[in-house]
């Protein structure tokens, strides 16, 4: 009757080339979440005995500095800074909260670069195990940030 039972074809073989590239792309959206993660994204501020964890991104941190400016600029000494995701407002001199956003700034600079290090070194290895292998978390990043108030 013409029947004939399906007989699936053997699955070609992935080129070594394009599993290296699989994973350098896998290691790589790896690090790129964890340089976005709050165990990068991170500083702390000790208030009050409780610590608690900030972060601002470059267009806050720049914002934040000018605002600070712009008070000294007008003869205050403080600023308040209001972290209204913690349901908190702290008042701190001018110069003090530029100093930390300076350290802040640096601080960002150096997760970034580190960050970079770990990308150009992801490209040049040259095997899948090895990819897979290569650990980011936390090497050579710098220490958080922690400013007590």
Not at 50 to 65: G, M, Q, S
Not at 72 to 97: F, N
Request: glycine share 4%; net charge negative.
């Amino acid at each position: 009757d013409g029947w004939v039972e399906y007989v699936a074809p053997e699955p070609k073989p992935i080129p070594e080339e394009v599993l290296i590239e699989r994973a350098r792309r896998r290691k790589l959206d790896e690090l790129h979440n964890y340089d976005e993660s709050s165990e990068v994204n991170d500083c702390i501020i000790v208030y009050q005995g409780e610590e608690i964890h900030y972060w601002a991104n470059k267009t806050e941190r720049n914002d934040l500095k000018n605002a600070v400016r712009d008070c000294i600029a007008m003869g205050r000494e403080y600023y308040r800074l209001d972290l209204r995701d913690k349901g908190i407002s702290l008042t701190i001199q001018c110069e003090s909260l530029l100093g930390m956003m300076a350290t802040l700034e640096v601080y960002a600079i150096d997760s970034f670069n580190k960050t970079t290090d770990h990308e150009f070194a992801i490209k040049a290895l040259p095997t899948e195990a090895e990819i897979d292998a290569y650990e980011f978390r936390g090497v050579g990043y710098p220490d958080i940030p922690r400013f007590e108030l």
